[in-house]
């Protein structure tokens, strides 16, 4: 089995700082795109951040300048620094990776299960 473990969310103020960090671990022949998503009370899970193996970065609007996805391929994990929060970010932010795996070497879509992150004065 594969498992997506974050780590990192907490209580910050408005303008300042948090670095998520997530491990993939298990049974893993390679991992394609690791990327994170958030999702807000009452709104949609929305993508935030991702990065292909070839370090190929997307961004989604509201985060471009003030977020930075980046990888650890050694160490199968991903980060997210987050600089100049808001309010608007808060949100509980999930993991997500496409993963080869198994003895069978299956493509998988495989998901964290959240950390909260809040951004209050």
């Known amino acids: 089995q594969v498992q997506l473990v974050e780590y990192g969310g907490g209580l910050v103020q408005p303008g300042g700082s948090l670095r998520l960090s997530c491990a993939a671990s298990?049974?893993?022949?390679?991992?394609?795109?690791m990327a994170w998503h958030r999702q807000a009370p009452g709104k949609q899970r929305e993508l935030v951040a991702a990065?292909?193996?070839?370090?190929?970065?997307d961004y989604a609007d509201s985060v471009k300048g003030r977020f930075t996805i980046s990888r650890d391929n050694a160490k199968n994990t991903v980060y997210l620094q987050m600089n100049s929060l808001n309010p608007e970010d808060t949100a509980v932010y999930y993991c997500?990776?496409?993963?080869?795996?198994?003895?069978?070497?299956?493509?998988?879509?495989?998901w964290g299960q959240g950390t909260q992150v809040t951004v209050s004065s």
């Open positions: 990065m292909s193996t070839g370090s190929s970065a």
């Open positions: 298990g049974s893993i022949f390679s991992i394609d795109t």
């Open positions: 997500y990776a496409h993963i080869i795996a198994g003895a069978m070497r299956h493509p998988y879509d495989y």
